[in-house]
């Protein structure tokens, strides 16, 4: 069973990591979710699940209006090949999320490692970084550093590089 924003919460209250969550209607994208700027001070996300040709996959986490070039960005992250986009049921399956719902914090269902997490750098130029907490319906801050100590938590040490353009 993948794990729920409240085994999220206890995760980050278990490892003493501060955090705020805002609660909200649903949101599929970044322009839905612009509204929320003025209530959510702090770098705000978008994410790409990407399969590379030889079938590894990767989550790129990026601000939210930065932009990436899908025909490069596998030179930049150690793909075999172009990447596309993974499947919604590959999603469900590796990160325990259905599309509108992926975040940084999926990491704490690939407990396989089967994930590679990319962050952007510029991201982490935000003392404050949000993301969905395992559903489309909220958003968590957390500090960048924190976050950083919840990713060695589960497991994965993020490639940090600029991939955006």
């Given at each position: 069973?993948?794990?729920?924003?409240?085994?999220?919460?206890?995760?980050?209250?278990?490892?003493?990591?501060?955090?705020?969550?805002?609660?909200?209607?649903?949101?599929?994208?970044?322009?839905?979710?612009?509204?929320?700027?003025?209530?959510?001070?702090?770098?705000?996300?978008?994410?790409?699940f990407?399969?590379?040709?030889?079938?590894?996959?990767?989550?790129?986490?990026?601000?939210?209006?930065?932009?990436?070039?899908?025909?490069?960005?596998?030179?930049?992250?150690?793909?075999?090949?172009?990447?596309?986009?993974?499947?919604?049921?590959?999603?469900?399956?590796?990160?325990?999320?259905a599309?509108?719902?992926?975040?940084?914090?999926?990491?704490?269902?690939?407990?396989s490692?089967?994930?590679?997490?990319?962050?952007?750098?510029?991201?982490?130029?935000?003392?404050?970084?949000?993301?969905?907490?395992?559903?489309?319906?909220?958003?968590?801050?957390?500090?960048?550093?924190?976050?950083?100590?919840?990713?060695?938590?589960?497991?994965?040490?993020?490639?940090?590089?600029?991939?955006?353009?």
């Amino acid at each position: 069973m993948p794990k729920t924003r409240k085994d999220l919460f206890d995760c980050l209250d278990a490892l003493g990591i501060a955090h705020s969550t805002v609660e909200h209607p649903p949101v599929f994208t970044v322009a839905e979710s612009q509204g929320l700027r003025d209530q959510i001070p702090g770098g705000h996300t978008k994410n790409l699940f990407l399969k590379d040709k030889k079938g590894a996959y990767f989550l790129v986490t990026m601000e939210e209006n930065a932009e990436v070039n899908l025909k490069s960005i596998h030179i930049l992250i150690g793909a075999s090949g172009r990447v596309s986009f993974g499947k919604p049921e590959v999603l469900m399956e590796k990160l325990g999320v259905a599309p509108g719902s992926v975040s940084i914090f999926c990491a704490l269902n690939d407990g396989s490692h089967d994930v590679t997490i990319v962050i952007d750098a510029p991201l982490l130029e935000n003392d404050i970084i949000n993301a969905h907490p395992l559903s489309n319906d909220a958003t968590t801050s957390i500090d960048r550093e924190e976050l950083m100590r919840f990713l060695a938590h589960t497991g994965h040490e993020p490639l940090i590089l600029k991939v955006s353009t």
